[in-house]
Structure formats: C-alpha cells, structure tokens
C-alpha cells in the first residue's frame, strides 16, 4: 500500500513567510534608500529577505548579510540575533541542514542573552524540525515542548501557530493522526478568531489534507484547495506548487494516475527550477511509483532513479528507504528479481540504520511485502516464508494501531451500557438475595444442631490422626536430610576425582593402558555423580521442597530436542532407534520434570536393551493428556517383577545389576506432575514403560503455573551450579533493531526448537549444513552462531575453523551443539576457536547464559575501544585475525587520517573489505558505523591538538580532515560535551 511521504511535511515548519506583491518590494527598496535608522533598516532588510527567498535565493542572501553589516556597526544585538535565524533559514532553504542548525543554535545563545521569550520560542521550533529531519524523535519533542512554553507566555500569536504545525506534523509521521489534527485545529481556530490569513494556515490546511490523503478521504481534495488558494492570494509561487504536490499524492494514492501524474509534473517544472532536493525527491518517486501504475517502466525507472540519486544530506531516512522500496517494486515487475532483492535489502539496512522502525512502520511492511514477493518468484521459498512472517506480524501492529481509537470509542460505549445494565441486575439480585435469606436462616437454625455433634466426634478423631501424620513426617525429613547431605558432601570428592582424571587424560604420548584406566575412572565418576544427583532430586521431592513450575510451550520441538542425543548413542551401538511424536499445539508443562522423566527411561532403555534390539519412543496427546513410552527388548523380566522395578535399587537376582534409582525418579516426578507411571510387556520379548501426564492448564493451581519470563529466571539462578552467573546489568534486545542468529543444523526440527527460543531476541537465519552456513554467514555477517558438530557436506568443526580464520567473519561468536559428549570432543571444538561447545540435550536457561555472556564480552571489548584516547589493539583481547585486521586498519589511520578526501568508501578499499564488511565488522568491535569512526579518530586527535595548544579552531578543524570549521565545531561539542574554545579553555 502507497503512503504520504512525511518529509514533504517539515520545511513549512521551519519558512513562515509573508508574501509581498512586486508594489511593496519596490517600496521596501525605496525606504531602505538613505534610511539612517539601524532598527528600521534591519526590519526591512529582514522584509526583503523573506520576499526574496525562494524567488531569487542571491538576492536573499545580499539583503541578509547587509543585517550582519548594520549590526556590527551599531552593535545592534537584535540585528545580530535577526542574522543568524536568518542564516539558519537560507541555509536550509539550500538544504544545507548542518550549517542551519549551526546558526540557529547561535540565534538562540542571543535570544538567551537578551531574555526574549519570542525569540527564544522560534529558535527552539526551528531546532525541533531539524532534530525531526535527522529521525532523533525524543530531542524533536523537547524543543518543541519548550518552543510552546516560551511562546506561550508572549503575544506572539504567529509563532506559537508555527510550533502547533511542529507539533502536528511530529503526530503526523507516527501516524498518530488525531493528535495532529488537534494541534493543526487548534491553530485554525487562532486565525479564525482574528479573521487572519498567511502562509501558516495554508500549510494547517495541506497537512489536514496529508491526513485524509492517507485515509483515502475525499475531504482531502478541499482542504489542499483551500491551502492553494491562500498561497495564491498571499503571491506565494512556492507554496501553489507545493499544493499541486499534495494533490498529485492524493490522486495517486486513490489510484487516479492521469489526474496524480498532472499534477506532479506541474510540481516538478517548479522545484526543478529552484533545486529543492527534499521536494523534488518525492516528486521524483511519487512519479515513479504512478508510472508504474500504468506498466510504463520506462518513465517508472527514470523518475526513482532520479528518487535515489537525490543527495543523502538533503533527505531523511524515510525518502531513501522509499526511493529503494520503489525501485524494488520496479525491478520485481520487471522479474528482475536479484536486483528488486537488492533495492528491497538495501531500503532494510536503511530502516535499521535509521533507529526509528516505529516511525517507519510502513515503510518496512512494504519492505517484507517485497522480498516475500521477490523470493517467491524466483523460487527462494525458504526467504520468501521469513519475509511472509514478518509481514503478517507487522500487519498485525500496523492494523492494532490504527484501530485503537475505534476500539477506545466503542469501549467507552459499551461500558457505559454495562455500567447500566449492572446497576439493574444488582437491584434485581438484591430482592432475590432477600427473599432467599429468609428461606436459609430457617434451614441454618435446624441443621446446626445436627452439625455440631457431628464436628465434636470429627475433630477427636482427627487430633488423634494428625499426631501420627507428624510424627511419620518427621522420620520422613530426617531421612530425606540425611540424603541430602551424604550426598552433597559426595560431590566435593567427585569433583576432585573428575578434574585430575580429566586432565592427564588431555596430555600427550599417554599409552593405551594408561587411558583404557582413566578413561574407566573418568566415567564411572560421572556416574556416581549422576547417581548423587538423582538421589538430591528424589530428597528435595521427599522433603516438600520442589514445586512445580508449569508454563506454556511447544511440547513437540521439546521432545525432539530431548531424544537427539540417546538417538546418537543407540547409532553407535548399532540399534535402531524408532521415534514417534505427535503433541500439535503448545500444552503445559514443567520442563525440568518431563526432561528427566524422558532421559531417565531413554538410558534405561538403552542400558537394559538386550540383543541389540529396537528401541521405540512414543510421545502422543491423547485429549488433556500426554502419554510418555519407551519399548526395548529384554526376555528376562516376568510381569510379577514390573511393579517392583521402581523400587530404589531393584536386583531380579544377585547375578544380575540393579536398576538404581532412575526409575523410582521418573514415579516421584510423575507423581509431582499430577501423572502416573506403569511397566507392562507388549509381548513376551519387550518391555515397555508408559507414563501419563496432564497438559492442560485446568490440571494445575495458579501457584504451580509461572510466566516464562519467570521460569527463565528461575532457571538462571537454578543454573549457578554450572559456575555461570547470569548478566543482570544489561539489555541486548533492542525495541527497534534485532540482532542476526545464524542457526546451523542438519535437523530442521532442531532449527526450529532454537527459533522458537530466541525469535523475539534475534531475526534468525538458517542453514542446513557448514557449507550453506559458511556462504550464509560471509554473506549477512551474523551477530551470533549456534552450530551442529555433526552434519554432512562441511561439518561444524570445520565450519567454526573457516569462520575464525576469516577477517571478515572473525569476531563473530560461536557456540557448538553436539551429541558427542567428552571431554576430547569439547577440546577439539574449542581449539577451532568456537567460544562454547555444549552438549545435547541443553537446557535452554544455560544456553541463554551463554549467549549473554558472550554478548557482554563483546560490549566490553567496545568499551575498551570507546575509552581509549586513540584506535589501539593492544591490552584488548581478541583473536589473531582481528588483531591484524585492527594492527592495519591502524597503520591505515596513521597515514590518511587528516586526508579531507578520506572516506568510507576509500577506507574500505584501502582495508581491503567491502563497504559492507568494513561497516559491520567496526560495528561488531566499536559500536560505531564507519562514518562515526572515523569521525571519532578525526575529533580525539583534534582534542589532542588542543590540549597540545593549537589555539585556531580553524586550523585544527582542517588539520584533521574536517572541511569546515563550523560543522567541526558542532561535532566536537556533541562528541566531548564543550565547543572547541570552551574546551581549550578547561585544558
């Protein structure tokens, strides 16, 4: 869908002018001959300006600095403060918006001096549009806010009607539509009530009609005539045009393209004769977009073409996005299809590096709608359903919000019927709770007697049982106590067993007999630790102390997640392993409680298979419940004997091995879930292990079910065991940019169990082997990998290798899931130089835990660099090849430097990377996109001039590369908080 382009919308804002007929400007000169009164000079000077500036831009610019002339004669402060606003304003009328904001900013140092309430306001407005311009939504709002308390407490009826339109147009571009319409009424009713008219109402009037334009409202078309005509009365040639150009917007928008068409080439004549960059970039691709309307692509390309190539100073990010959606919507007509990807990628990297996806909502919808239709025709489905996806959650929040007012107006309604209907339905219950009353109290007499001595015998008798109940509780937290020591007191020894063991295992040149030793130490440790760790679960069920935690979530991908590993260990014993799932849906459930349920019957089914027989899992929802079995072959067990197999550490004789405790765990924990267990022979030669349990939310007590956000955190603190505290300190999911996760796994279910997990975190890509990821993550340059170790083609080892030893990709974190276990395994994948390796099945809270640490290691390694006086690699931990790449980007700075012709597309080149490359990677270990580096490089060394005693401003400014001193002026004060003199002064 087309929508109004708001940056058509600001400049009327910042030029309120008068209009002067060719009779008054020649009475003006008139005047202005032999005036010898500074005050009268200056106002008509001030007159002349305005007159002439849009009409003959040179002219303007004589009549302005004949002010600064006259002032600096009579040292005329007003005179001096009417220069630069008028300075801010040519220079914006050139587009020049860094030198307006410049002058404008030193009109308002004047307007403080001398304490001039109008003055002040003006500047203030003028600040927020240009704040506005530069998409920082927050500064634009606090100028214009304080615009409106100054002009409020003078008479200055004029002005304060110019910050109404600010303010309107701030609504405007959130789509906030009553909220503008109020503040454009309200500046409507001013002129009404002094039967006044210029240039202000007529732009209330174009914006009103920007607003029914969006709504395809046919009110638009009066109100953008009734704008036309003011301008024409007023002899405004600028601001007829620029009602052609709201008209030609409306009638494109209704689709009426000869009418829309006729009206933009009126436009265009003008603005193309007066070289207004911001006009004419809409022009250009409102133009564009209507041409291809009539499937005349020839047109359509020459017009967005003329769109993109419009300057980015003289623009927003609105307009440049919108020129690349069209020019994508262009090419996809066109079945260009790699090229309208291109434009469509490049409209998102537009968005995203603007900051501000709320006010650009629009814009990145038809970005999705794009590249869905773009990857669907040339055949890319697996793109084309990412991109269908994040069109349909954004259509979503785009309708939400434009049918909040309605639902508010209809609920406002229906509330006030129900209020109504509420009041009458309680004064009916009351004469029924009444009547009622009368009939039990004469029940309530009767049966209280019977009832009393009915509580007297109840209560001896239940004195007497509680006595016992207690005393058996006692016994029981005794003997739950005492596990629960023994066993806490195992760990400490296990774990001085485990990491000696481990680490002569790690050494060379060990012989054969040496390991086959360790390696049965090693394993028989985890085993006990194992055993310890099962007895602690069973204690803590004993004693009262583990309650359930039950939330919503997929129960199909958990469980997929779950059996991968026990898959991987029957593969290499030779057993086929036979899996079915089937729970559609999310359900409840502890996920802590099914997770040890399934992984004690799959080790016990794998560990008591005889013969090398099949292994069965089943996990299917039958109504409100799910049912849980495994099947392995064994001819040894009777059907007397099943029941006694939950008993803690059940012998069939003493010849054979007990079951330990796994099974009398898996009953506990049924029993806790509200489910049952039972063993039973399907047939003479197998075994099989059924559990049910419930999943749907009626089965639990609203203290056993949790928000998920809880859960996570209660499984973080669940999780300092692992010797891994969680970062508290700090956000990464930002409201309006996600990170890139690269997702890399054979298994598409596995892929999908980790999206479900960070797809609010993180826009997530796939890839379905190393080869694929490899191409996938040189390609986007991913924020974070989750990598498989096993997969065909190129494996995760090998994958992890490539990416570490590539500049490009170097810093990018990775994490490596695998099945294979050990300690071995672990090594070889952190020699690669992956930054974690974890063992399936994780638990998602530890996953999490790494993932931020990784993510808060990243942050500080960009704070070092943030704090550092100059770009140095040392003292800063990073790789081999990041510490390269950064040595040359240093040798690179050392030389170019203070090159006013150094960019960032010679940077780039010099580095060696693509423009693209360059960007993310300074992004990915500064924080800062190429242009701010360098521009940070270029303002520290500047400091140091300064504090060295370089006391020319100037001369500084162009030692480091700067063109101009003023824009340096700006930046240093932004980037160090004191202009430069300020600064050389405190130094």
Not at 754 to 766: C, G, V
Request: proline content about 2%; aromatic content about 10%.
């Amino acid at each position: 869908m087309k929508h109004v382009v708001s940056i058509t919308l600001l400049f009327l804002g910042f030029s309120i002018s008068w209009g002067q007929t060719e009779k008054e400007i020649d009475s003006l000169k008139q005047l202005l001959k032999g005036n010898t009164n500074v005050e009268e000079s200056v106002e008509i000077n001030e007159q002349l300006f305005v007159a002439y500036l849009y009409a003959s831009p040179d002219s303007a610019d004589r009549y302005r600095k004949n002010i600064r002339e006259i002032s600096a004669k009579n040292n005329y402060a007003n005179g001096e403060y009417l220069y630069q606003s008028l300075s801010g304003r040519y220079q914006f009328a050139k587009s020049d918006i860094d030198s307006a904001f410049y002058h404008i900013e030193k009109a308002s140092k004047i307007a403080e001096k001398l304490q001039n309430k109008s003055y002040l306001a003006d500047c203030y407005k003028k600040i927020g549009v240009i704040y506005n311009i530069r998409r920082n939504d927050s500064l634009s709002k606090k100028y214009a806010q304080l615009a409106l308390f100054n002009a409020k407490q003078t008479d200055d009826w004029r002005t304060l009607s110019s910050i109404y339109i600010l303010l309107g147009n701030q609504h405007f571009e959130l789509t906030e539509y009553p909220e503008a319409l109020t503040y454009y009424l309200k500046l409507d009713s001013i002129y009404t009530s002094r039967n006044e008219m210029d240039k202000s109402l007529a732009a209330a009037y174009t914006n009103i009609g920007m607003i029914y334009s969006e709504l395809r409202n046919p009110e638009a078309v009066p109100y953008i005539e009734k704008s036309i005509e003011i301008y024409e009365t007023l002899g405004l040639e600028e601001g007829v045009h620029y009602g052609e150009l709201a008209l030609g917007t409306y009638y494109d928008l209704i689709q009426e393209n000869e009418k829309a068409i006729e009206h933009l080439l009126n436009a265009e004549k003008y603005y193309e004769s007066y070289g207004d960059f911001r006009i004419l970039g809409s022009i250009y691709g409102r133009l564009g977009e209507t041409y291809l309307e009539f499937n005349d692509f020839a047109n359509a390309e020459k017009y967005l073409l003329k769109a993109s190539g419009i300057p980015e100073s003289s623009g927003s990010g609105v307009r440049k996005a919108t020129d690349q959606i069209n020019l994508g919507d262009l090419y996809w007509h066109k079945k260009q299809y790699q090229k309208a990807i291109a434009h469509f990628k490049e409209a998102l990297e537009l968005i995203e590096a603007d900051g501000n996806e709320e006010s650009m909502r629009m814009q990145l919808l038809n970005v999705y709608r794009g590249l869905y239709g773009a990857y669907k025709d040339s055949k890319d489905y697996k793109n084309a359903l990412m991109a269908l996806e994040n069109q349909m959650e954004l259509e979503a929040i785009v309708q939400e919000s434009q049918n909040e007012l309605e639902v508010e107006e209809l609920n406002k309604k229906y509330q006030t019927d129900k209020q109504q209907q509420e009041i009458e339905l309680l004064t009916s219950q009351s004469e029924l709770a009444e009547e009622k009353s009368k009939n039990q109290r004469n029940l309530f007499v009767g049966s209280i007697s019977v009832l009393g001595l009915a509580f007297i015998t109840l209560f001896f008798l239940f004195r007497n049982k509680q006595k016992t109940n207690q005393r058996l509780k006692e016994l029981e937290a005794a003997k739950s106590k005492f596990f629960a020591n023994i066993s806490h007191e195992f760990r400490t020894p296990l774990t001085l067993i485990s990491g000696p063991v481990a680490h002569q295992l790690s050494k060379k040149g060990l012989s054969v007999d040496d390991k086959t030793d360790l390696g049965l130490i090693q394993r028989n440790a985890d085993r006990l630790l194992k055993l310890v760790n099962q007895i602690l679960d069973l204690s803590k069920i004993e004693a009262g102390n583990r309650k359930l935690r039950v939330s919503k979530g997929n129960m199909e991908l958990f469980m997929t997640h779950l059996i991968e590993p026990f898959q991987y260990r029957a593969q290499q014993t030779d057993v086929v392993f036979i899996s079915q799932i089937n729970v559609p849906g999310k359900v409840w459930f502890d996920r802590d409680v099914v997770e040890k349920i399934v992984a004690n019957l799959l080790s016990n089914a794998i560990k008591y298979n005889q013969h090398q027989g099949q292994i069965e899992f089943k996990a299917v929802e039958h109504g409100e419940q799910l049912s849980i079995t495994t099947i392995n072959q064994n001819h040894d067990l009777s059907e007397k004997e099943l029941p006694l197999l939950f008993d803690r550490f059940y012998q069939t004789n003493t010849m054979n091995q007990g079951f330990g405790i796994g099974l009398s765990l898996v009953q506990e924990l049924a029993n806790l879930a509200k489910g049952t267990v039972r063993a039973y022979k399907p047939n003479d030669a197998t075994v099989a292990f059924e559990v049910t349990l419930p999943v749907s939310k009626n089965a639990f007590s609203k203290g056993e079910i949790v928000a998920e956000e809880e859960v996570l955190s209660s499984l973080k603190r669940d999780n300092t065991d692992l010797g891994i505290e969680p970062d508290t300190d700090h956000e990464y999911v930002e409201a309006n940019s996600l990170p890139v996760l690269l997702v890399v796994d054979d298994n598409s279910e596995i892929r999908l169990f980790i999206k479900t997990l960070f797809k609010k975190e993180y826009n997530i890509l796939e890839a379905e082997n190393g080869e694929a990821g490899e191409n996938i993550a040189l390609e986007t340059i991913p924020d974070l990998i989750i990598s498989d170790v096993m997969m065909p083609i190129k494996n995760g080892i090998e994958l992890s290798n490539t990416l570490k030893t590539d500049e490009r990709t170097s810093h990018i974190p990775i994490i490596l899931l695998t099945a294979k276990s050990g300690e071995e395994n672990e090594l070889e994948g952190l020699k690669t130089g992956a930054d974690a390796y974890m063992v399936k099945p994780f638990k998602e809270e530890k996953l999490r835990v790494v993932i931020d640490k990784l993510i808060a290691t990243r942050t500080a390694i960009q704070e070092k660099f943030g704090n550092q006086p100059f770009f140095k690699a040392k003292n800063i931990e990073l790789t081999s090849v990041d510490t390269e790449l950064l040595n040359r980007i240093q040798r690179i700075l050392d030389t170019e430097l203070t090159n006013p012709e150094f960019n960032a597309q010679t940077f780039a080149e010099q580095v060696g990377l693509s423009r693209m490359h360059l960007h993310r990677k300074l992004k990915a270990l500064t924080g800062l996109s190429t242009t701010e580096f360098i521009r940070s490089q270029r303002l520290k060394l500047a400091a140091q001039l300064l504090e060295e005693g370089h006391s020319s401003i100037a001369e500084v400014a162009y030692a480091t590369g700067f063109n101009q001193p003023a824009y340096f002026s700006t930046v240093f004060k932004q980037e160090f908080g004191h202009s430069p003199s300020d600064y050389v002064e405190s130094n």
